[in-house]
């Protein structure tokens, strides 16, 4: 079965950057592509981005471009999720997630998800 | 980006109860809408793809329907556990009815 599973809680300061890891197993990830999403306490979902496997071509939601950057190591089926110049507004958890083919926009498969908490 | 706006943002509701949560468009999105269930602590849980297909292992009294900018959620007699926040995602997600105990 599909399994995606995330890194562990950061705190950082205003200003650092986080890189967040994703390890999927249960399907083929090397021909597949991954979103990254966030989520602040009380707000829906906020998609950051995709990234794919196969050939590495990502699409950035523009509100983070110049900040993220996604990647993907396919010999251990993982992928990262870097965020430059953190604000006390990125405090939010971020999550792997995956769509699959014939779904639409719908994400079937999510990460446990990753608080990052940016505070001084 | 297509705004999603949801409506009621709570919804107060008994066992046993028909709830039917709305979910409006900015612009059409065709059938490209989906339904989740988030509890807390935990990642979205996908319910409805493609505005009215049942995800694999959710039980039928959850249903979708709607096409365009206006979609529906209904929970045809709500059990113990549907009591949770739920979204809708088109372009974008909107901001969650939380079904709470009346």
């Known amino acids: 079965q599909v399994q995606l599973v995330q890194s562990g809680p950061e705190v950082k300061r205003p200003g650092a950057s986080v890189k967040v890891s994703c390890k999927a197993s249960g399907y083929s990830f090397e021909t597949s592509g991954i979103s990254w999403l966030r989520q602040a306490p009380g707000q829906g979902p906020e998609w950051l981005g995709w990234v794919n496997a196969y050939n590495s071509n990502k699409t950035y939601a523009q509100k983070f471009r110049g900040r993220v950057t996604m990647t993907t190591d396919t010999p251990t089926n993982t992928a990262y999720l870097e965020l430059r110049s953190l604000r006390s507004d990125d405090t939010s958890t971020y999550y792997c997630?995956?769509?699959?083919?014939?779904?639409?926009?719908?994400?079937?498969?999510w990460g446990q998800g990753t608080l990052v908490t940016v505070s001084s | 980006d297509i705004r999603m706006t949801q409506s009621p943002s709570t919804l107060s509701a008994s066992v046993g109860d028909r709830v039917t949560i709305t979910c409006r468009a900015s612009q059409s999105v065709r059938n490209w809408l989906a339904w989740y269930q988030q509890k807390p602590g935990k990642a979205p849980k996908l319910l409805i793809y493609k505005a009215s297909t049942l995800e694999s292992g959710v039980p039928s009294r959850f249903s979708g329907s709607g096409y365009g900018t206006e979609f529906t959620l209904t929970i045809s007699r709500l059990q113990p556990d549907d009591f949770a926040t739920y979204y809708c995602q088109g372009g974008t997600f909107g901001q969650g009815t939380k079904v709470e105990v009346k």
């Open positions: 997630a995956l769509k699959p083919k014939d779904y639409g926009v719908a994400y079937a498969y």
